[in-house]
C-alpha cells in the first residue's frame, strides 16, 4: 500500500527555520517526482515545491530563496527546509507522489506549521 507520512511541523517564531519530512513506502521511490503543498484556513491549496525522481526542483515564486526541496532515494525519504519563515507560511502542509505530466494520486496526512511570536 502507498503511504506518505509527513513529520516535522510545529511552533516557530518568524524568520526561524523548520525542516520537514516525508517518508514514503509502498511503491518505487525514484520512479516518482515528490511535490510540497500546503493550505491554510480559508485559502486554496498551492504548491510549494516538486522535485523529480533524479532531482531537478521547482518552486513557486514566493518560496525561492527560502524553501528548499531535496530528496534521498537510499531512504525513499523527501524534505523541505523552510528558512526566513514568515506568519503567511502558516499552513498545513502535505507531501504528494506524481508521475511527470500528471497530477498527485497520493497524499500524505499533513503536518501544521505555525509561525507566530
Known amino acids: 500500500q502507498v503511504q506518505l507520512v509527513e513529520s516535522g511541523g510545529g511552533l516557530v517564531q518568524p524568520g526561524g527555520s523548520l525542516r520537514l519530512s516525508c517518508a514514503a513506502s509502498?511503491?518505487?521511490?525514484?520512479?516518482?517526482?515528490m511535490a510540497w503543498y500546503r493550505q491554510a484556513p480559508g485559502k486554496q491549496r498551492e504548491l510549494v515545491a516538486s522535485?523529480?525522481?533524479?532531482?531537478?526542483?521547482n518552486y513557486a515564486d514566493s518560496m525561492k530563496g527560502r524553501f528548499t526541496i531535496s530528496r534521498d532515494n537510499a531512504k525513499n525519504t523527501a524534505y523541505l527546509q523552510m528558512n526566513k519563515l514568515k506568519p503567511e507560511d502558516t499552513a498545513v502542509y502535505y507531501c504528494?507522489?506524481?508521475?511527470?505530466?500528471?497530477?498527485?494520486?497520493?497524499w500524505g496526512q499533513g503536518t501544521q506549521v505555525t509561525v507566530s511570536s
Open positions: 504528494t507522489r506524481y508521475r511527470l505530466g500528471y497530477s498527485p494520486d497520493y
Open positions: 509502498g511503491f518505487t521511490f525514484s520512479n516518482y517526482a
Open positions: 522535485i523529480t525522481g533524479g532531482g531537478w526542483a
